[in-house]
């Protein structure tokens, strides 16, 4: 038997107007360098020991048992104290932040008074300062910073560390000074002095 019900025509597609396309883009660029570094703090967390197998001697206070349980946490949650697979997690998620996050919105155009390099990754001095800022970013954009977070984090961070990285003596100065010319050195640092050598 043939089907004789009127067919009904389905919705229409919503099409979202060309305007708001960058916007949804940039909304949807955030959401994932924030499940990105979402990821990163679940893999801290599950790397860590169990607080269960941290047990306290009979009759130990419970002070002496945190105690024991925060030293053999991480020393510090700055990126120049990780090494190996931990500091490259958190190079992997800063990458996702800068490139994502910051640098659509911040980079600005690249000349001689504001270079920048593609390669920041490799300048360590670059890896430290971004790393801070995204840890000042993440406690200033948290709902518990209050209404003037996202300033302070402009104020007291963001111009800092821009003035920073992008002065013409900067981490940069040997580097991009324009797009149709790359260019990337490290520069170098001063040597340690040697402990021990006779006068």
Same mark, same amino acid.
């Given at each position: 038997?043939?089907? *004789?019900?009127? *067919? !009904? ?9 060309? #305007? ?7 909304? @949807? ?6 499940? %990105? /570094? ?28 945190? =105690?024991? &349980? &925060?030293?053999?946490?991480?020393? !510090? ?14 190079? #992997? ?14 980079? +600005?155009?690249? !000349?001689?008074? +504001? ?19 995204? @840890?000042?970013? /993440?406690?200033? *954009? =948290?709902?518990?910073?209050? @209404? ?6 402009? %104020?007291?961070?963001?111009? /800092? *560390?821009?003035?920073?990285? %992008?002065?013409? =003596? ?7 000074? !324009? ?5 990337? +050195?490290? @520069? ?9 050598? #006779?006068?």
């Amino acid at each position: 038997m043939a089907d *004789t019900s009127p *067919t !009904s025509p389905g919705p229409e597609p919503y099409r979202v107007p060309d #305007a708001d396309l960058d916007d949804l883009a940039s909304t @949807l660029a955030k959401t994932m360098a924030e499940v %990105r /570094q979402h990821g990163v703090i679940l893999d801290r967390l599950g790397s860590e020991p169990e607080s269960a197998a941290i047990q306290p001697p009979d009759g130990a206070p419970e002070a002496e048992a945190a =105690d024991g &349980k &925060k030293a053999d946490g991480p020393a !510090s949650v700055f990126i120049l104290a990780l090494d190996g697979e931990a500091y490259a997690v958190e190079l #992997a998620a800063l990458s996702d932040w800068v490139n994502y996050l910051f640098l659509p919105v911040y980079g +600005r155009e690249v !000349s001689t008074s +504001r270079p920048w390099c593609a390669h920041w990754h490799e300048h360590p001095e670059a890896v430290a300062r971004l790393h801070a800022l995204w @840890l000042a970013w /993440q406690q200033f *954009t =948290d709902t518990e910073a209050g @209404l003037s977070g996202p300033s302070t984090w402009h %104020r007291d961070h963001l111009d /800092q *560390t821009l003035a920073h990285l %992008r002065a013409p =003596d900067g981490p940069f100065a040997a580097c991009t000074t !324009s797009a149709t010319r790359p260019n990337h +050195r490290v @520069l170098a640092t001063p040597a340690p002095e040697q402990a021990g050598v #006779a006068a």
